[in-house]
């Protein structure tokens, strides 16, 4: 299996530190707010490699954190007059509800920032006594980055032209510093902001170490993948190795795998640039699966441009394989006979090799897009062989064979009968034009059908309101 290293810049093959066993790290979001369909990304591009070393029979140690101590959190904290507690507890679940819709299975830990600081405060103490760290007089701590040789091996930036830079961008309360390039571990409290008893000063931990901490904790000094989108390379990523690797003194990650972007309108799509959907606004209009779909479509290092056009794609291709797996699931109630045709051997011949082509395609980086391909191969082969006349033993075969290669991508074969919001929409839309046209008896009978979905209709003056019971 090869894997694009971020590290190397070269596609390496994989070779696990431990046989049979993958761990990995993913770092999640910020939770301060919905999440977007750009953060949607990096959870299902990595869910889906889980799931591909999964299938191959690896055990995965599966970690993706919640950054719940953070500057935008104590801003919506304070403008909503409540604890960043609230805060972050409300968007953890709401982030979870979406996890589960896109179909992204929980990590086997989720481990929380806040929870996590006396982890910080023993390896920044390390980092101190190594000579990597030092304690500036208003108690902010640092990580001294002159003091890792390797500084800039993941973002293939040398220090000295990165420093001519920084030396430009140094900004006032930072005049602490050694060094331009250094960076917070630990910084003293604000007014109103939640904190924690150090040696240093009340204060809290800078973003970067909180990973390093986490990652050490629930995988250990030295993990096989480290993973998140390509924004986090520089600085997050080159500070976490900088980090694990001066105070724990090994190897951090093997690999580093890094998803491009999410773009909408071919721009970034982004919190602060105001561009951008969350899941929730999406799932009103599509079954999440369909994003899932449409995020696996391409490559998870080439940038993918977000559209309508391109979801409806998406959604005919998933309904074209849901669509095939109901059929067969009709063929297996008609069909007999525990014995492959002899034509049939023929073309389980044909799909055995467009599963050697899916596998290939993920053994190749994980390219979906290729694997997908391969997904809608069998479909054809499928659509165009079962028949009355085919046997169990072939019917049994394929459905199987789909839904296996479907279940690496995450994608649930078994269509769900859930009522989109929009169906709702245009049935109401459908009831006032029945209503002006005077045709009572089409309107009951469309309330009636929206009660049997469990929508229930209220006329307002404002119009009509409607419900899930
Ligand atoms: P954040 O909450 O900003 O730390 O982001 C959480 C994860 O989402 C990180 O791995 C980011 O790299 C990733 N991410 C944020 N925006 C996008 C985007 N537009 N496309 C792809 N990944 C993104
Ligand atoms: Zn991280």
């Given at each position: 299996m090869k894997i694009f290293n971020t590290l190397s810049r070269r596609k390496e093959e994989f070779v696990p530190l431990e046989e049979g066993k993958v761990k990995m790290y993913v770092c999640g979001p910020t939770v301060y707010n919905f999440i977007h369909i750009g953060n949607a990304r990096p959870m299902i591009v990595f869910d889906t490699v889980r799931r591909y070393f999964e299938y191959k029979g690896y055990d995965v140690n599966y970690v993706s954190n919640f950054t719940d101590v953070d500057d935008k959190i104590i801003k919506k904290a304070i403008e909503e007059g409540v604890d960043s507690e609230v805060i972050s507890r409300r968007y953890i679940a709401e982030c979870k509800k979406d996890m589960a819709d896109m179909n992204v299975m929980p990590a086997t830990t989720h481990p929380q920032a806040t929870q996590e600081i006396d982890g910080m405060l023993e390896m920044i103490q390390t980092l101190i006594d190594k000579g990597h760290a030092y304690v500036a007089k208003d108690g902010t701590v640092y990580f001294r980055t002159r003091s890792f040789k390797e500084y800039g091996k993941l973002s293939h930036k040398n220090l000295d032209e990165m420093m001519s830079g920084l030396r430009e961008l140094k900004?006032?309360?930072?005049?602490?510093?050694?060094?331009?390039?250094d960076f917070v571990l630990w910084k003293p409290k604000k007014d109103g902001e939640p904190y924690w008893e150090s040696p240093w000063c009340q204060g809290r931990p800078g973003w970067h170490i909180e990973c390093s901490v986490m990652s050490k904790k629930y995988l250990g000094d030295q993990i096989d993948i480290h993973a998140g989108g390509e924004d986090l390379v520089f600085p997050h990523h080159e500070n976490e190795i900088a980090q694990s690797e001066a105070a724990?003194?090994?190897?951090?990650?093997n690999y580093w795998m890094h998803n491009a972007f999410l773009n909408i309108d071919n721009r970034k799509m982004s919190k602060s640039l105001g561009n951008f959907f969350t899941v929730r606004e999406i799932g009103e209009k599509y079954e999440l699966q369909v994003l899932r779909f449409f995020m696996l479509s391409a490559h998870y290092r080439s940038p993918l441009n977000f559209s309508a056009d391109l979801m409806e794609a998406s959604k005919n291709g998933l309904e074209r394989i849901l669509t095939a797996v109901e059929r067969l699931k009709d063929a297996q109630g008609k069909a007999s006979g525990a014995e492959l045709q002899a034509d049939e051997q023929t073309n389980v011949a044909a799909a055995k090799e467009f599963v050697g082509k899916f596998e290939a395609a993920m053994e190749d980086d994980f390219n979906t897009a290729d694997a997908i391909t391969a997904i809608f191969e069998l479909v054809k082969l499928s659509n165009s062989t079962v028949t009355d006349a085919s046997s169990r033993a072939y019917v049994d075969f394929l459905k199987e064979t789909i839904e296996k290669l479907c279940g690496v991508m995450g994608?649930?074969?078994?269509?769900?009968e859930e009522v989109l919001d929009s169906e709702i929409e245009e049935m109401i839309a459908a009831r006032q034009q029945a209503r002006k046209a005077k045709n009572f008896a089409l309107a009951d009978e469309i309330r009636q059908k929206l009660l049997d979905m469990g929508i229930v209709l209220e006329d307002t003056r404002e119009g009509v309101k409607w419900k899930r019971v």
């Open positions: 900004v006032t309360g930072e005049e602490n510093k050694e060094d331009p390039s724990n003194g090994k190897t951090f990650a994608i649930i074969t078994e269509r769900k």
